[in-house]
Structures are given as C-alpha cells and as structure tokens.
Nanobody
Framework: QVQLVESGGGLVQAGGSLRLSCAAS????????MAWFRQAPGKEREFVAA????????YYADSVKGRFTISRDNAKSTVALQMNSLNTEDTAVYYC???????????????????WGQGTQVTVSS
C-alpha cells in the first residue's frame, strides 16, 4: 500500500519561510519522480515543483521560481519543498505526488501522478 505523508505546514508571516517534507512508503521510491502541487480554496490544483528520480532535473512553476526549492533523499524516501519569501498568494493546501516518469508535456498536469498525500495546510498572513 503506497503512502505519501506530508508534514511541515503551518502559519507564517509574509516574507517568512517554511519547509515541507513528504515521506513515502510502499513503492520503489527511487524509481519515481516526485512533485508538489497546491490547491487554494475555490481554485484548481496547480503544479508547484517536480524532481526526477535522480535529482538531476528540477522544474518549477513560474510563480515560485527563485523562491522555492525541491529536493529529495532517496535513502530516506523523502522529498522536501523549501519555501522562502512567502506571500499571501502561496496560501493553499500543499500535496506531494509521485509519478513513474515525467515528460515535458504532462509534468504539470495533476493527472500524470499516480499517488498523492493527504495534504498539509500552508497559511501566509500579511
């Protein structure tokens, strides 16, 4: 049974930082690409960042480029999202997701990903 469990969400002031973590189990973790998505109230789930299995490729949404960093540790089966310079528009539930591979045309599409965590709330106050 595949499980992805996020942690690290919380309330932070604008300009602050948070680090999200996702622990995976029940899958051959090093074979999967990992990603973070987020969903704000009343909005569709949107792509935030992705990383390939070997950490040699990372991808970011334009809205977070330069502020967020995705990384993974295959030995620990974890993926992290370091979020700096947060603003109120970053407020959302953040989800980690796993996919067997990434292609340019679909890596930002949530339907590409087979497994999902339950999400962790990030709230940025002004």
């Amino acid at each position: 049974q595949v499980q992805l469990v996020e942690s690290g969400g919380g309330l932070v002031q604008a300009g602050g930082s948070l680090r999200l973590s996702c622990a995976a189990s029940g899958l051959t973790y090093s074979s999967y690409a990992m990603a973070w998505f987020r969903q704000a109230p009343g909005k569709e789930r949107e792509f935030v960042a992705a990383i390939n299995w070997s950490s040699t490729r990372t991808y970011y949404a334009d809205s977070v480029k330069g502020r967020f960093t995705i990384s993974r540790d295959n030995a620990k089966s974890t993926v992290a999202l370091q979020m700096n310079s947060l603003n109120t528009e970053d407020t959302a539930v953040y989800y980690c997701a796993a996919a067997p591979f990434l292609v340019a045309a679909t890596r930002t599409n949530f339907r590409t990903y087979d497994y999902w965590g339950q999400g962790t709330q990030v709230t940025v106050s002004s």
